[in-house]
């Protein structure tokens, strides 16, 4: 079926250590995201792409890093910069173009990284 | 990025409607307006979007201002499975910035048996 996997699901690091997220998409969409959200909150765009070898900051890119070099793989590294990375990471796929795209977004199921 | 405002939360009671509010008020002509919802511990899921015309697909109903300055997303007959934060979101078009979603903080929404 396709979808959106990302992994882990659940991942703990120390403090100072940098951690990658995995984010596969199998359904040949243009354009990835990366959300980030904390407890009660909504989702903060941190880094999104529209192309292979191109990405552009979202709005908390500060702290994060990311790398596009296949269509289907769009993977987040969480640095020691960041200074408050424990939170649920979220990834996303679209279709980029005009009408009659729908825009929709379909979203993987999140990993819930815990700095101790 | 226009933004929206949407109530923190709303009630229903199972198996009626339920309209949930959003105000645009700084909407561009070329926005589309975006719901989706999510359940705890989970991604979001598209619900509906709409540019101008009222739309409806097997989920939920979209009603659109005639000014475009707000919507309301319906649901016809709430389930205990809709209780989930839904959020209103304007997308700008494909081809600007990648049509990104900047999310706010949308109404979660409880449903009584």
């Known amino acids: 079926d396709g979808g959106i996997t990302q992994s882990p699901k659940y991942l703990f690091r120390k403090e100072g250590q940098n951690v990658t997220l995995s984010c596969e998409q199998n359904?040949?969409?243009?354009?990835m995201y990366w959300y980030r959200q904390d407890p009660g909150q909504g989702l903060r765009l941190i880094y999104y792409?529209?192309?292979?070898?191109?990405?552009q900051k979202g709005d908390i890119a500060e702290g994060y890093s990311v790398s596009r070099e296949k269509k289907e793989s769009f993977p987040l590294t969480v640095t020691s910069a960041q200074k408050n990375p424990t939170a649920f990471y979220l990834c996303?796929?679209?279709?980029?173009?005009?009408?009659?795209?729908?825009?929709?977004?379909?979203f993987g199921e999140g990993s819930r990284l815990t700095v101790l | 990025d226009a933004k929206t405002t949407q109530p923190n939360s709303m009630e229903s009671n199972e198996e009626e409607p339920v309209h949930l509010p959003c105000n645009h008020s700084?909407?561009?002509?070329?926005?589309?307006i975006h719901w989706y919802r999510q359940l705890p511990s989970q991604g979001p899921e598209y619900v509906i979007h709409g540019l101008t015309s009222n739309v409806n697909n097997r989920m939920a109903s979209l009603a659109i201002a005639e000014d475009r300055k707000s919507s309301t997303l319906i649901l016809h007959r709430a389930t205990l499975r809709d209780a989930a934060v839904y959020y209103c979101i304007l997308r700008e078009v494909p081809g600007n910035q990648g049509g990104k979603l900047i999310f706010g903080q949308g109404t979660e929404l409880s449903v009584k048996p």
């Open positions: 792409s529209q192309i292979v070898n191109d990405f």
């Open positions: 700084t909407i561009s002509g070329t926005d589309y």
């Open positions: 996303a796929s679209s279709k980029t173009g005009g009408a009659p795209n729908t825009g929709e977004l379909f």
């Open positions: 359904l040949n969409h243009d354009a």
